[in-house]
């Protein structure tokens, strides 16, 4: 069964101050998405990584896809408060977009 | 573009009732999947549609059943409503048969609350 874990599950930062979030996955799986979610909202696409190596940068957000070490990262630069939300990274390996194992989740909470 | 839509926002059943949530994918999409998102967890799968027809099931009991209709729209049908079955649901849409990598849609999702 397919597992996919991030870490930290909470995590509280300063404005300016630049940090990583980590999902490991437990399968083989070269396609990797991660989602923003805001409270009582639904999940917005941020990045689509599909090939060992990839990464993707948008803003103050940027992803890469490590499929040998299983491991995707998020990277926050110099945070603002807008970032404060729940970031979902989710693997995919059935071959088709829409059937995605999610991991547990890291809420973000960026302090003035 | 509407994008992808779900009815009703909020609904408030008890145990042991019945619950049909529906969804309507964006233009264009053919493929619809449900997700649950219990509070503080990640959204869990729990079946896809394509073609009218069931093509992949999660991990959820036979409570939980679902249709497509000719306009690729789908319901999601709960049977008797257990406490735990309290959550977000979430219907995403995509194209193609489900075989376009870049391109899923969720909806704003569905907040179902079982006393």
């Known amino acids: 069964e397919l597992k996919v874990e991030q870490n930290p599950l909470f995590l509280s930062m300063q404005e300016g101050k630049n940090y990583t979030i980590y999902c490991n996955y437990s399968?083989?799986?070269?396609?990797l998405y991660w989602y923003r979610q805001d409270p009582g909202k639904s999940l917005e696409s941020l990045f689509v990584?599909?090939?060992?190596?990839a990464v993707k940068q948008e803003g103050r957000l940027m992803a890469s896809l490590d499929t040998k070490a299983r491991l995707s990262t998020l990277h926050i630069t110099a945070a603002v408060h807008d970032l404060s939300a729940t970031y979902f990274c989710a693997v995919d390996t059935t071959g088709t977009a829409s059937k995605l194992t999610f991991g547990t989740g890291t809420r973000l909470q960026v302090t003035l | 573009d509407a994008g992808v839509t779900q009815s009703p926002t909020h609904l408030i059943k008890t145990r042991g009732q019945q619950v049909t949530l529906r969804c309507s994918p964006k233009?264009?999409?053919?493929?619809v999947s449900w997700y649950q998102q219990a509070l503080g967890q990640g959204p869990q799968f729990i079946f896809q549609?394509?073609?009218?027809?069931?093509?992949q099931r999660g991990n959820f009991p036979d409570r939980f059943s679902g249709h497509q209709f000719p306009n690729y729209s789908s319901e999601l049908n709960v049977n008797a409503l257990l406490l735990g079955d309290s959550a977000l649901y979430l219907c995403?849409?995509?194209?193609?048969?489900?075989?376009?990598?870049?391109?899923?849609?969720f909806g704003p999702g569905t907040r179902l609350t079982v006393l």
């Open positions: 233009s264009g999409h053919d493929t």
């Open positions: 995403a849409s995509s194209p193609l048969g489900g075989t376009s990598y870049n391109e899923q849609f």
């Open positions: 399968t083989t799986s070269d396609r």
């Open positions: 549609y394509y073609e009218e027809e069931e093509r």
């Open positions: 990584l599909l090939s060992n190596g």
